[in-house]
């Protein structure tokens, strides 16, 4: 007569897991001035902001999980939300044998631990799931931040841009800005 066994069987992985999300746009720069030039003034703008220039030329600032980079040269920018964390999954199955401790036992665990396996890869998807929505979270709270503060660059890049054309026209006789509605006049004599 056979006899009923359980056998319980515990599984514990820690994995690094990470979420991330981007979004790429690109700035509405005018050309008024070559583009060297308009690229150097975007820089200068950018500094002003907190933006630090990397090796390849690039402009970036790191706000937490969030990364803005800027390529001055063609005006795409990149907003990555990057979110890790390090996670310990735990599962445990229990499975029934008749058979006396033996042959049947040791393949029970083996086709138990297979399961645990698989069980393990699902909690850590559905953990990186959970991440990935904290980072498109994060990505969409940085662009209602940064979206209104890139296009005061793009406004201070043109008024400066408009300034050196002028003065390349001829003699600037006047500049008259109001802060309040963005407008500009410029009296050049030529």
Same mark, same amino acid.
């Given at each position: ?21 981007e979004?790429c746009? &690109? ?43 800027v ?6 920018v ?15 199955r ?15 665990r083996?086709r ?13 998807n559905?953990e990186?799931?959970r ?9 969409e709270?940085?662009?209602? &931040?940064?979206?209104? &503060? ?8 043109t ?5 050196q ?9 006047e500049?008259?800005?109001d ?10 004599e030529?």
């Amino acid at each position: 007569m056979s006899r009923a066994y359980r056998i319980t069987v515990k599984e514990s992985d820690t994995r690094q897991l990470k979420g991330s999300d981007e979004i790429c746009t &690109e700035l509405e720069l005018l050309e008024i001035l070559p583009g060297e030039q308009m690229a150097e003034l975007l820089k200068k703008a950018l500094a002003e902001k907190g933006f630090e220039e990397t090796a390849d030329g690039k402009m970036t600032r790191r706000d937490g999980q969030v990364t803005v980079t800027v390529d001055p040269c063609s005006g795409e920018v990149s907003v990555k939300s990057e979110v890790g964390e390090q996670v310990t999954i735990d599962v445990k199955r229990e499975a029934m044998t008749y058979d006396d401790a033996g042959p049947g036992e040791k393949a029970i665990r083996e086709r138990v631990k297979e399961q645990l396996k698989d069980d393990i890869e699902k909690k850590a998807n559905k953990e990186t799931e959970r991440l990935q929505g904290q980072a498109t979270e994060a990505l969409e709270k940085k662009l209602e &931040e940064i979206q209104p &503060e890139l296009a005061q660059v793009v406004n201070q890049v043109t008024r400066e841009a408009l300034k050196q054309k002028a003065a390349q026209m001829g003699t600037v006789k006047e500049i008259a800005e109001d802060p309040e509605t963005g407008n500009m006049t410029i009296k050049v004599e030529v």
